[in-house]
C-alpha cells in the first residue's frame, strides 16, 4: 500500500512540474507581448518606428529586457528613485542598423585617448579618475619673468603626474583639460590618458 501511495505522489508531483512548466512558458509569451505593446505605443507616439518597419519588434524586446535584468533592484540607493532611466543610458551610434544594437553592462566612453603612442586597449586596467585638470593655475596681475614661470609650471606638473603615478594606474580619465607637458609625462610613464 506505500509503494501505490508513493507511486501516486510521484505521478502527481511530475503532473505538477509540467503543468507549473507550462504556465511558466504562457506567462513569458504573454508578458513578452504585453511588454511589446506597451512599446509600440510608446514608439509609435514618438517616431513611428514600428509602423515604418525600422524596428523589430523582437530585437528591441530582446535589448529591453536585457536592460532591465542588469537592473539589480537590491542594489538600488535607499530612497531612490525606480525609474530606470537614471540607471541606463541610451547612446545612439548614427551608423549602422537596428540588429547592430546590444547592451552593454558598465561603462562605455566614446573619447580616444589623449595621444596616438598610448595603448588604447588595456587588459585588467587600473584606472584612476580624476574631477579636476590637471594643469598649473597661473596667478594673474603679478609679473614674472617668461622662464620662470616655465620652470614653474614644469614642476607643479611634475608633482601632479607623480601624485598620479603613485597609485600606479594604468589609466587615467579626467574630467577636464590635461597640459600638454602632464600628456606627455604620462605617456612617459605608460599611462593611458
Given at each position: 500500500?506505500?509503494?501505490?501511495?508513493?507511486?501516486?505522489?510521484?505521478?502527481?508531483?511530475?503532473?505538477?512540474?509540467?503543468?507549473?512548466?507550462?504556465?511558466?512558458?504562457?506567462?513569458?509569451?504573454?508578458?513578452?507581448?504585453?511588454?511589446?505593446?506597451?512599446?509600440?505605443?510608446?514608439?509609435?507616439?514618438?517616431?513611428?518606428?514600428?509602423?515604418?518597419g525600422?524596428?523589430?519588434?523582437?530585437?528591441?524586446?530582446?535589448?529591453?529586457?536585457?536592460?532591465?535584468?542588469?537592473?539589480?533592484?537590491?542594489?538600488?540607493?535607499?530612497?531612490?528613485?525606480?525609474?530606470?532611466?537614471?540607471?541606463?543610458?541610451?547612446?545612439?551610434?548614427?551608423?549602422?542598423?537596428?540588429?547592430?544594437?546590444?547592451?552593454?553592462?558598465?561603462?562605455?566612453?566614446?573619447?580616444?585617448?589623449?595621444?596616438?603612442?598610448?595603448?588604447?586597449?588595456?587588459?585588467?586596467?587600473?584606472?584612476?579618475?580624476?574631477?579636476?585638470?590637471?594643469?598649473?593655475?597661473?596667478?594673474?596681475?603679478?609679473?614674472?619673468?617668461?622662464?620662470?614661470?616655465?620652470?614653474?609650471?614644469?614642476?607643479?606638473?611634475?608633482?601632479?603626474?607623480?601624485?598620479?603615478?603613485?597609485?600606479?594606474?594604468?589609466l587615467?580619465?579626467?574630467?577636464?583639460s590635461?597640459?600638454?607637458?602632464?600628456?606627455?609625462?604620462?605617456?612617459?610613464?605608460?599611462?593611458?590618458?
Amino acid at each position: 500500500r506505500q509503494e501505490k501511495q508513493h507511486g501516486s505522489i510521484g505521478k502527481m508531483e511530475h503532473k505538477l512540474g509540467s503543468r507549473l512548466a507550462r504556465l511558466e512558458e504562457e506567462y513569458r509569451i504573454a508578458s513578452g507581448e504585453h511588454l511589446v505593446g506597451i512599446l509600440k505605443t510608446l514608439l509609435d507616439d514618438e517616431q513611428g518606428l514600428f509602423a515604418e518597419g525600422l524596428w523589430p519588434a523582437d530585437l528591441l524586446r530582446k535589448i529591453v529586457v536585457s536592460a532591465a535584468r542588469n537592473i539589480d533592484v537590491m542594489q538600488l540607493p535607499s530612497g531612490g528613485t525606480q525609474d530606470p532611466r537614471q540607471y541606463l543610458k541610451v547612446k545612439r551610434i548614427s551608423s549602422g542598423t537596428p540588429e547592430d544594437s546590444q547592451v552593454v553592462n558598465g561603462i562605455v566612453f566614446s573619447k580616444n585617448v589623449a595621444h596616438r603612442r598610448m595603448p588604447n586597449n588595456i587588459k585588467k586596467p587600473r584606472i584612476l579618475l580624476l574631477g579636476c585638470a590637471i594643469e598649473y593655475q597661473r596667478m594673474e596681475n603679478r609679473l614674472s619673468s617668461l622662464d620662470i614661470l616655465l620652470e614653474q609650471e614644469k614642476e607643479h606638473l611634475r608633482l601632479a603626474v607623480a601624485r598620479i603615478l603613485q597609485f600606479k594606474p594604468t589609466l587615467v580619465i579626467v574630467e577636464k583639460s590635461v597640459a600638454r607637458n602632464a600628456q606627455e609625462l604620462l605617456l612617459q610613464s605608460g599611462v593611458t590618458l
